[in-house]
């Protein structure tokens, strides 16, 4: 459960650095995490 949700929490940061950083990387998390889940 603590693994899930540090891995939640991680993957909202890096959504957000990227959609803030470089919106092309976000769109490309939003498709690994498409594909993973």
Request: no cysteine.
């Amino acid at each position: 459960i603590v693994g899930a949700n540090l891995f939640a929490t991680w993957s909202i940061l890096l959504t957000r650095v990227a959609n803030k950083f470089a919106p092309a990387m976000g769109y490309i998390v939003k498709d690994v995490k498409t594909v993973i889940l």
